[in-house]
């Protein structure tokens, strides 16, 4: 079965850049209504990680989910 | 990298941080506190300094030995940290003004004492902190507030600056490539001499604003469109390199013996 993949977002840090959003190969953030960031298609997710390493504000979490 | 480890790093009591949304300044951090973490290294035995920019606020948010100190000074306090205290690993952390322009004397001399002292260059292209005046890095014919009508004095290249200046480990990447922003910092530190890593980054409220690039998305397509991997730069021509950055490990000088190791021996003259 293929791997899933939980990403946690502390909304308190995140400022709302969009570049997770912009870069994210399998389209799975958006912007909530508060202007953060949000896992709109976590299932999606392929834990590729490049959302948390280009964070700037470290508000970003990737692991893998049992 | 799991999160936990890079945020014992933090002062998380300080966060969010002050910087802009977006900027690429926390994307460098967050690369260093990666390669710090990676390393294994104990942030009591590990020092940051910085001087005074936006780029120098970020000892401020890091929980090991850090230093704030005065503009374009980062070096000397560096330099005097490390030969006092050689089995500390020292970072010096600048902006491109704060590193090219009023600490570019203590930047060369820096480079050519080759002391154990791991530079990262934070390269806006801007002096951000001030209001987006021009700084020896704004390209020409870039606007910035003290050039209206663009930029006329020609850029220094860091890196090249650092290599001539006699540096013996200098590297290049931009935030559009964290992962190996953290590799060439990791290397850095590791690095037993003088090492430069310079990060192209962008300051979108004060540069980018003014020069089509004014979301933070848009300086990270900008980078990573114009990024050369050293490999292939050194099959190019300067026209075709010409408004590209060539990243990578562009200089290695294995063999120079590091100051402090240097300065041992003079005290072991001085005192026979
Ligand atoms: C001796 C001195 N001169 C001038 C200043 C004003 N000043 C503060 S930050 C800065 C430039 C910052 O530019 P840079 O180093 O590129 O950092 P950035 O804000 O772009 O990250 C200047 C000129 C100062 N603080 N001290
Ligand atoms: S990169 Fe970070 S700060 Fe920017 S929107 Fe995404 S989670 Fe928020
Ligand atoms: S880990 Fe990769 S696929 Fe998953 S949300 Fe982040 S960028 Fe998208
Ligand atoms: S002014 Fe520019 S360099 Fe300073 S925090 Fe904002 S985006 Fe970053
Ligand atoms: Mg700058």
Known sequence: ?66 | MPREDVMKWLRQQFMPHIWCPGCGHGIIMHAMLRALTSLGKDPSKTVISSGIGCSSRMPGYIDSCTLHTAHGRSLAFATGVKLCNPELTVIDVMGDGDCSAIGGNHFIHACRRNIGVCAIVMNNNIYGMTGGQASPTTPIDAIATTAPYGAVDPPFDICRLAIGAGATFVARATIAQPQMCETLIKKGIQHDGFSVIEIMTHCHTQFGRKNKRSRPLDNFSYFKDRSVLKAKADGMTQDELSGKYVIGELHLDSGAEEYTKKYDKVIERAGR
């Open chain 1, 1 to 66: 079965m293929a791997k899933r993949f939980s990403v946690k977002i502390s909304k308190s840090w995140c400022k709302g850049c969009g570049l997770c959003i912009g870069i994210c190969p399998k389209k799975v953030l958006e912007l909530d209504g508060q202007v953060k960031c949000e896992p709109v298609r976590p299932e999606d997710c392929i834990g590729c990680r490049q959302c948390e390493n280009v964070c700037p504000d470290f508000a970003i979490t990737v692991k893998e989910s049992e």
